[in-house]
């Protein structure tokens, strides 16, 4: 089954401890994006993978860190986590970053990420 | 950053009612996507628009990419309860294929 997986969908964690989200595609797409959630926000890009070794900031990517050295795995890295980075985070994949006809992202179902 | 201005935010409705809900920009796109996401999942796609003035349906869904590619709209006719959910456009800029995204408009249906 074609899906994008994200581990853990829950997390509550404390101010400063490292934390990795991991995100994985089964699709062989080339195309992976971190996106954060927030309430009458809508979905914000954080940062995005064009292909392997290829990552480049979105519109929020202050206090993050993404790392795409397969092309399946994306992780997204908070090194020292705050409590405004508590949100709704989602990981999507697409066959290119062109969003061409027949081609669209795929979204992970979401982890719940709670700083205190 | 570049916004997408979606309307309305959230919607009350009656069951078998029709929504309307639009995005506008004052920048140009060259994809219009609709999502719907429920709760505790991610979004899905529903509609894609590629071309302005393209109309597509989907079921009891129908999208417009404006013609001026600012701005379209997403229709849903005779709502049923499993249309609840947050609805979002986004938009792909035609100057560097950026995507951008609306807020979001949050469905809810009246029993």
């Known amino acids: 089954e074609a899906q994008v997986t994200q581990n853990p969908r ?3 964690t404390v101010t400063g401890k490292k934390l990795t989200v991991t995100c994985s595609q089964n ?3 080339e195309y992976m994006s971190w996106y954060r959630q927030d ?3 809508g979905l914000r890009q954080i940062y995005y993978s064009m292909n392997v070794e290829a990552t480049d900031k979105g519109d929020v990517p202050e206090g993050y860190k993404v790392s795409r050295k397969e092309k399946r795995n994306f992780p997204l890295i908070l090194e020292s986590p705050s409590p ?3 949100s709704l985070y989602f990981c999507a994949s697409s066959l290119s970053w062109v969003a061409g006809a027949g081609d669209t992202q795929y979204f992970g179902p979401g982890t719940r990420l709670t700083v205190l | 950053g570049q916004q997408l201005n979606q309307s309305p935010q ?3 409705i009656q069951e078998g009612e029709d929504v309307s809900m639009n995005c506008t920009s004052s920048s140009i796109f060259n994809t219009w996507l609709w999502y719907k996401q429920d709760p505790g999942e ?3 796609l529903l509609i894609a628009l590629y071309k302005a003035g393209e ?3 989907n079921g009891r869904l129908t999208a417009q990419f404006g013609i001026t590619r600012k701005d379209s709209f997403l229709n849903i006719s005779a709502s049923i309860p499993s249309d609840v959910g947050i609805y979002f456009c986004a938009g792909q800029l035609s100057s560097n294929y950026q995507l951008i995204w609306g807020a979001g408009t949050k469905l809810i249906i009246k029993p």
């Open chain 1, 84 to 86: 405004n980075q508590t």
């Open chain 1, 27 to 29: 699709m062989n797409h």
């Open chain 1, 10 to 12: 829950y997390l509550i």
């Open chain 2, 10 to 12: 959230s919607m009350f």
């Open chain 1, 39 to 41: 309430p009458g926000l």
């Open chain 2, 42 to 44: 991610g979004p899905v």
């Open chain 2, 55 to 57: 109309l597509t349906s």
